[in-house]
C-alpha cells in the first residue's frame, strides 16, 4: 500500500510552497510561488479554490483577526481572499529589487519568521526577518542564498532555518527576549538526499523536513539523527503541514518547475505520518 495519494488531480504548482493549516476554515493553503497563486483545499468536500496573485508570493500566515498576513516579492500584506483584498503594508528589502520572499511561519508569540532571496538564486543576498505584532520588522540574520523553513521546536528552545542552496539546516537558541543565539549547522544532507527544503515539527519532537531533488520527506530526531523516509514519486518536494482536527494528516506540496514533464511534479500529497503535529499559530498584526 502506498504510504501517499494525489490530493489535486486536475491542478498543478509551477512552484507549490508555504503549507498551512487552518482550523478556523478547515482547510489546507499553499501558495504557487511563480504562478503566482495562492491555494485552498477543502478539508470539507475536497474543493480546491485558487486565487491568482499580482506579483511572487512565498507564504501567507493566518491572523487571529482574520484574514492573512502574505510574503509577496514587494513585502508585507494584508490579505483576504473573499473578496479579493491586497494592502501593502511594507517593504524590508527596498534596495534589492530582485529579491523575493521565500518561505515563513509564526511563532507563538504572534510573530512572523520569514526569508528573503535573490530571485535570481546567484547571490547570498537573503536574510531572516522576525515582523512583530506592531508591524516593525527585524533583521535577525543574514547572507542567505536560499532560505527555507523555518520551524519551531517543540519546547520553543530552538528555531530551525535552512539554507537551502548549501545543503545545511540550522538552528538557534530562541532567548526570552526574542532575540537568537548564533547560528549553529545542525543537519547537513548529501547530494543523495537532495536539498532541504520546507520544515514542520510534530508533538513528538520531530522535525520534518521536504527534500528539493531528493524525492522525499524525512523526519529526524530533536538530536538530528535520522528517524523515518516517505519517499515521494516526484523530486522537487517543497513544503509539508500537519492538518485535519486532530493534527494527524500530512500535506505535502511539490514543483514542476524545470520538470514540467514529469506528471505528478507540482502536485499536492497527503502522506500518513503516524504522528500528529502541533497546532500553527495566529499572527498578532
Same mark, same amino acid.
Given at each position: 500500500?502506498?504510504?501517499?495519494?494525489?490530493?489535486?488531480? +486536475? @491542478?498543478?504548482?509551477?512552484?507549490?510552497? *508555504?503549507?498551512?493549516? /487552518? !482550523?478556523?476554515?478547515?482547510?489546507? %493553503?499553499?501558495? $504557487?510561488?511563480?504562478?503566482?497563486?495562492?491555494?485552498?483545499?477543502?478539508?470539507?468536500?475536497?474543493?480546491?479554490?485558487?486565487?491568482?496573485?499580482?506579483?511572487?508570493?512565498?507564504?501567507?500566515?493566518?491572523?487571529?483577526?482574520?484574514?492573512?498576513?502574505?510574503?509577496?516579492?514587494?513585502?508585507?500584506?494584508?490579505?483576504?481572499?473573499?473578496?479579493?483584498?491586497?494592502?501593502?503594508?511594507?517593504?524590508?528589502?527596498?534596495?534589492?529589487?530582485?529579491?523575493?520572499?521565500?518561505?515563513?511561519?509564526?511563532?507563538?508569540?504572534?510573530?512572523?519568521?520569514?526569508?528573503?532571496?535573490?530571485?535570481?538564486?546567484?547571490?547570498?543576498?537573503?536574510?531572516?526577518?522576525?515582523?512583530?505584532?506592531?508591524?516593525?520588522?527585524?533583521?535577525? +540574520? @543574514?547572507?542567505?542564498?536560499?532560505?527555507? *523553513?523555518?520551524?519551531? /521546536? !517543540?519546547?520553543?528552545?530552538?528555531? %530551525?532555518?535552512? $539554507?537551502?542552496?548549501?545543503?545545511?539546516?540550522?538552528?538557534?537558541?530562541?532567548?526570552?527576549?526574542?532575540?537568537?543565539?548564533?547560528?549553529?549547522?545542525?543537519?547537513?544532507?548529501?547530494?543523495?538526499?537532495?536539498?532541504?527544503?520546507?520544515?514542520?515539527?510534530?508533538?513528538?519532537?520531530?522535525?520534518?523536513?521536504?527534500?528539493?531533488?531528493?524525492?522525499?520527506?524525512?523526519?529526524?530526531?530533536?538530536?538530528?539523527?535520522?528517524?523515518?523516509?516517505?519517499?515521494?514519486?516526484?523530486?522537487?518536494?517543497?513544503?509539508?503541514?500537519?492538518?485535519?482536527?486532530?493534527?494527524?494528516?500530512?500535506?505535502?506540496?511539490?514543483?514542476?518547475?524545470?520538470?514540467?514533464?514529469?506528471?505528478?511534479?507540482?502536485?499536492?500529497?497527503?502522506?500518513?505520518?503516524?504522528?500528529?503535529?502541533?497546532?500553527?499559530?495566529?499572527?498578532?498584526?
Amino acid at each position: 500500500m502506498s504510504e501517499w495519494t494525489v490530493v489535486n488531480r +486536475d @491542478t498543478r504548482d509551477t512552484l507549490g510552497e *508555504g503549507t498551512l493549516w /487552518s !482550523a478556523r476554515d478547515n482547510a489546507v %493553503y499553499w501558495v $504557487d510561488i511563480l504562478a503566482p497563486a495562492v491555494n485552498r483545499l477543502s478539508l470539507v468536500d475536497g474543493k480546491i479554490q485558487r486565487w491568482p496573485m499580482p506579483e511572487p508570493i512565498g507564504w501567507i500566515a493566518e491572523r487571529r483577526d482574520g484574514g492573512f498576513i502574505g510574503g509577496f516579492q514587494s513585502g508585507f500584506t494584508e490579505l483576504t481572499l473573499e473578496p479579493l483584498q491586497i494592502r501593502h503594508i511594507g517593504d524590508p528589502e527596498p534596495h534589492l529589487p530582485g529579491n523575493r520572499m521565500n518561505d515563513g511561519k509564526v511563532d507563538r508569540d504572534g510573530h512572523i519568521w520569514c526569508g528573503t532571496m535573490d530571485m535570481a538564486e546567484q547571490q547570498a543576498c537573503g536574510a531572516l526577518y522576525r515582523f512583530a505584532p506592531d508591524r516593525t520588522w527585524t533583521t535577525m +540574520d @543574514t547572507n542567505y542564498q536560499v532560505p527555507n *523553513g523555518p520551524a519551531f /521546536s !517543540a519546547d520553543n528552545v530552538w528555531l %530551525y532555518h535552512s $539554507d537551502t542552496a548549501q545543503r545545511v539546516i540550522y538552528r538557534f537558541v530562541r532567548h526570552a527576549d526574542g532575540t537568537l543565539g548564533p547560528r549553529e549547522p545542525f543537519i547537513r544532507l548529501t547530494e543523495t538526499d537532495g536539498y532541504p527544503d520546507g520544515m514542520t515539527v510534530d508533538a513528538e519532537g520531530g522535525l520534518w523536513v521536504a527534500h528539493w531533488d531528493g524525492g522525499r520527506i524525512s523526519r529526524y530526531l530533536a538530536d538530528g539523527q535520522l528517524d523515518r523516509i516517505i519517499t515521494l514519486p516526484t523530486a522537487r518536494i517543497t513544503n509539508l503541514t500537519f492538518a485535519g482536527p486532530e493534527l494527524d494528516r500530512l500535506f505535502v506540496s511539490s514543483a514542476s518547475i524545470g520538470i514540467e514533464d514529469d506528471p505528478l511534479a507540482g502536485a499536492l500529497f497527503e502522506v500518513s505520518p503516524g504522528v500528529c503535529g502541533l497546532p500553527p499559530h495566529l499572527a498578532a498584526l
